[in-house]
């Protein structure tokens, strides 16, 4: 397949060439061969593309590679799979200037954990990166964490994450913020309570719908338990010398880091290279020809089948050749009146959201649609949850999973009497999950499926 890849390549432009519903057109993706630099060092500031990137975009933020020429490539139907964490959300505090300590964006390797060794540290958001964050401020020694957002969002177990993605058929909202409490007792809250979440009085039907999606990870349960980290629900309002104003009134004093995890942007120069007016599903402008997935923003679910692309990533690509490969079957489910589709349009739901940046509502509904009705397709996809029900115990069985999660537990339990982060009499905090717990649930799972 080597032969046929063009690596370092920046697509500037595809173009239809003919009439978007004629079988006979093309596409036409104009190439610039590009020298991308890679960042190795952390801290320093933004990465080198978007150092040169323009109020237009990105594109042509690369150098170009003046040793390879420029081509023109033709296609029949193309695929693209753009990021949609590009850039980090602009946010300027009022009296930031004054603060008289360390601020910096939490992500793409602009902050130099250096400065947070011993420090009081202020995380501003509730996303995946603030998990990431938590994660880095406790290796590098950090004395306390504030976690400053407006909502808190559910947060993942290392063990949760790994049941869902290995279960088949997926589990149950419900059953999934039952194996959330085991962890959330160390937080002394509920994810029951959480805003994102919808149950019944029983609660025994639920589903959860958040903005942002799963951070993950273990170091969040125990940081709290210790209260080495805080969660603060909360806006801030103004900086001034090493405090932080929040609008309830509440001050955050003493702090000397101020970490802004509060979003990820996606890139416009998606929607200009390809044309995109529109989504609809996954395909650009309704063509069924031109198909586009990043990853799905945030969490929209009743069911959980995965906590990351990886599962998911398959069905999309079935999907996609699915439609190349029996196009009459798009044709006469879309004239037929059946092909109900979610769409979604440039701004919503923010000004600055392109056309392509779909959330994980639209992308459950569109595969769901389309499953549905395609015999074809389902046949094609039948053996997919047996088979990652098979690969996730045969790559890292349960086993497995536990010994190198209590390895990186009593890690970090070892590490924070080193740094003087807690005393080294400190009670030790068991870790919350065990191989017979996990063995209940794989009971408790095959009874809903048999309901």
């Not at 080597?2 to 500037?12: K, N, P, T």
Request: proline share 6%; aromatic share 12%; glycine share 6%.
């Amino acid at each position: 397949i080597y032969a046929h890849c063009q690596l370092s390549v920046d697509v500037e432009s595809a173009d239809l060439v003919g009439r978007e519903k004629k079988e006979d057109r093309y596409y036409q993706l104009s190439c610039r061969p590009v020298l991308p630099h890679r960042k190795d060092t952390q801290g320093g500031e933004k990465l080198e593309h978007h150092k040169n990137a323009t109020e237009a975009g990105y594109a042509g933020a690369f150098k170009p590679d003046t040793q390879r020429k420029p081509f023109v490539f033709t296609c029949s139907c193309y695929c693209i799979w753009p990021g949609n964490l590009i850039n980090p959300r602009q946010v300027q505090y009022v009296g930031e200037d004054l603060f008289d300590g360390f601020i910096e964006y939490g992500v793409e390797m602009r902050c130099d954990y250096q400065n947070v060794v011993a420090k009081n540290v202020i995380i501003h958001g509730h996303g995946a990166f603030t998990m990431e964050n938590i994660r880095t401020c406790c290796e590098y020694g950090a004395k306390h964490i504030w976690v400053v957002c407006r909502k808190r969002n559910l947060t993942c177990p290392r063990v949760v994450s790994w049941f869902i993605n290995q279960a088949t058929p997926p589990i149950t909202a419900a059953h999934c913020l039952n194996l959330l409490k085991v962890a959330y007792k160390l937080c002394d809250y509920d994810p029951w309570d959480m805003h994102s979440v919808s149950c019944n009085a029983s609660r025994t039907n639920a589903s959860v719908a958040q903005r942002t999606r799963f951070g993950i990870g273990d170091i969040y349960f125990l940081s709290a338990a210790y209260g080495l980290m805080e969660i603060v629900v909360d806006n801030i309002k103004r900086c001034s010398a090493k405090t932080v104003h929040l609008e309830s009134g509440r001050k955050l004093e003493d702090a000397d880091v101020i970490l802004k995890c509060v979003g990820m942007l996606p890139d416009s120069t998606v929607d200009k290279v390809v044309k995109a007016k529109f989504m609809r599903g996954y395909w650009i402008n309704g063509d069924p020809r031109r198909f586009s997935c990043a990853d799905p923003d945030g969490i929209y679910a009743s069911n959980f089948s995965g906590t990351t692309i990886g599962p998911g990533a398959y069905n999309y690509i079935a999907l996609m050749k699915h439609v190349w490969d029996c196009p009459n079957e798009w044709i006469q489910l879309d004239e037929a009146g059946h092909l109900n589709l979610p769409e979604h349009y440039a701004g919503d739901p923010d000004p600055d959201s392109p056309a392509y940046f779909i959330n994980a509502r639209h992308s459950v509904g569109t595969s769901f649609a389309y499953s549905i009705l395609s015999p074809a397709l389902q046949d094609k996809t039948a053996h997919m949850n047996s088979y990652k029900h098979w690969v996730a115990h045969y790559c890292c069985p349960v086993e497995k999973l536990l010994e190198a999660a209590l390895a990186e537990w009593d890690d970090y339990e070892k590490s924070f009497r080193e740094k003087g982060m807690v005393p080294k009499d400190a009670p030790y905090i068991p870790y919350p999950y065990t191989k017979e717990y996990i063995e209940e649930q794989y009971e408790v799972h095959k009874k809903d499926v048999t309901k």
